[in-house]
């Protein structure tokens, strides 16, 4: 399974354009490393689309459960972070952040390019709906051109939004927060581009009870699991 445990973090950002290799740089060399260093954290998976102008960036961090993402380890990164994640995080923009619950994902292997669909519930509509109902959604998203694996979850707001050392170096922003997630993974960036109608059709028409989709399809950047990470 591409995003295993029963949690991820989910991360969209922009960086100021002129610290953009300096972030990759960083992000491949460093943070990543750190962060699948840490106890829990299973898969790291950047994502990146060059032709937004917002969130051109995103990450997705699988846990084993919701408490790896407020666990005294990972706390005492963000808490410490080190002299070039000190240097990179004035450059951050747009930052949303949130722990998500994983209430179901279906497929296999990594996909190169993936639909980040973030959602809110419908009037009338909560978690009931979406854990009665995300499993035959996740199944009818798989059946779609181009899709290799199809992750839904729910936003865990409490678990996240603590502020840390981290959140202190970045700008002040206050970006939308959201009740649901779908991740769908496939094939290439614009064979997925070519789905997000009949995606956003399966979720409309499910009765999960998720409105107010906002899209974005990012290419695969890079992607890290725990075992590749000397502890």
Known sequence: MSIPGNAFLAMWHDIEPSSWTDYTEW???????????????????????????????????AGENLEVFR?????????????????MQPAFRNFLR?????????????????V???????????????RANCADLANAILKL???????????RDEVSGVKTRETELRPGMKEQRFDAVVLVEGSGKPELEASVG??????????????????IVYN????????????
């Open 198 to 215: 009949a995606i956003e059709a399966e979720i409309s028409r499910s009765d999960c009870k998720l409105v107010n989709p906002k899209t």
């Open 145 to 155: 051109e181009a899709v290799s694996g199809v992750h839904i979850g729910l936003a």
């Open 98 to 114: 949130v722990a998500c619950e994983r209430v179901v994902s279906c497929g296999f292997g990594d996909g190169g390019a993936m």
């Open 116 to 130: 980040t669909i973030r959602l809110d519930f419908a009037q009338g509509g909560g978690e009931a709906d979406l």
């Open 71 to 87: 666990s005294p380890d990972y706390l005492e990164r963000l808490n410490n972070p080190t002299p070039w994640s000190i240097s």
């Open 27 to 61: 992000h491949t060399r460093e943070h990543m490393p750190e962060r699948l260093s840490i106890p829990g954290f299973t898969v790291g998976k950047r994502l990146v689309n060059h032709d937004v102008d917002r969130y051109r960036y995103g990450t997705i961090y």
């Open 220 to 231: 695969l950047a890079y992607n890290l699991r725990n075992t590749d990470v000397a502890k």
